[in-house]
């Protein structure tokens, strides 16, 4: 073989594995830039963008972000005094729900993801509150109340072919599994959990709760 040839040869196999070296970056590429982003380069974070902010208090407010399961009683028993302190502290804190519901309760899934739906209408603070307030009457039930919390969207008026199809859709469960992940990786095993501005609230007695926003509040946590 003439030294041209060879010359012709080992060029074009050099431009054959340049060619699959950009193939495969480009490919790498792409699946990062469509991969969700999770966590992010610092962590889990006890708020994301797309976090339920039910009470907005402004940039200056302090942020409380509960962890809640719909099924759970001490949930449930924190929801009057959560309510109490909402109006307490208004406009002095920005209030955040996210969901973590516990695998022991049959239906806590089946009502975050009714949430979440209202959610998409705009609605989620009204299905929060009905939950919350008929807990009673579905909490501990070993069958599905999906039918139920349909029915709570159909008494607060909401487009149910939309409520439906949300209901439906894998990513409305996906996005419930999401504050799940995240919750699971800041240490979240159970509910109610509480963070103040990112700190994690240890509940020991009733007021724990109230005395750690009236500390943030005044600035002496």
Not at 35 to 45: F, I, R
Not at 64 to 84: H, K, N, R, S, T
Not at 114 to 133: I, K, N, S, T
Not at 178 to 192: A, H, I, N, Q
């Amino acid at each position: 073989m003439k030294a041209s040839q060879k010359a012709i040869l080992v060029t074009v196999g050099l431009v054959v594995v340049l060619l699959v070296v950009a193939l495969v970056y480009v490919l790498l590429s792409e699946n990062r830039a469509s991969a969700p982003e999770t966590e992010g380069n610092d962590g889990p974070q006890v708020v994301r963008e797309n976090s339920h902010v039910l009470d907005d208090g402004g940039d200056a407010a302090v942020t409380v972000v509960e962890f809640l399961d719909f099924e759970c009683e001490a949930c449930g028993a924190f929801y009057p005094l959560v309510e109490d302190l909402r109006e307490k502290f208004d406009g002095e804190i920005t209030y955040v729900i996210r969901y973590f519901p516990l695998p022991g309760h049959f239906n806590s899934k089946n009502a975050a993801i009714a949430a979440e739906a209202a959610a998409q209408q705009g609605r989620l603070e009204d299905m929060y509150h009905r939950l919350f307030q008929t807990q009673a009457q579905w909490g501990e039930a070993q069958e599905s109340r999906a039918n139920l919390f349909r029915g709570f969207a159909v008494e607060l008026g909401l487009d149910m072919a939309a409520f439906d199809e949300a209901v439906a859709d894998p990513a409305t469960a996906q996005r419930v599994e999401f504050d799940v992940d995240e919750g699971e990786r800041l240490g979240v095993s159970s509910t109610p959990t509480f963070f103040i501005d990112g700190e994690q609230v240890v509940l020991e007695k009733w007021t724990d709760l109230e005395d750690g926003i009236e500390a943030a509040v005044n600035g002496t946590q």
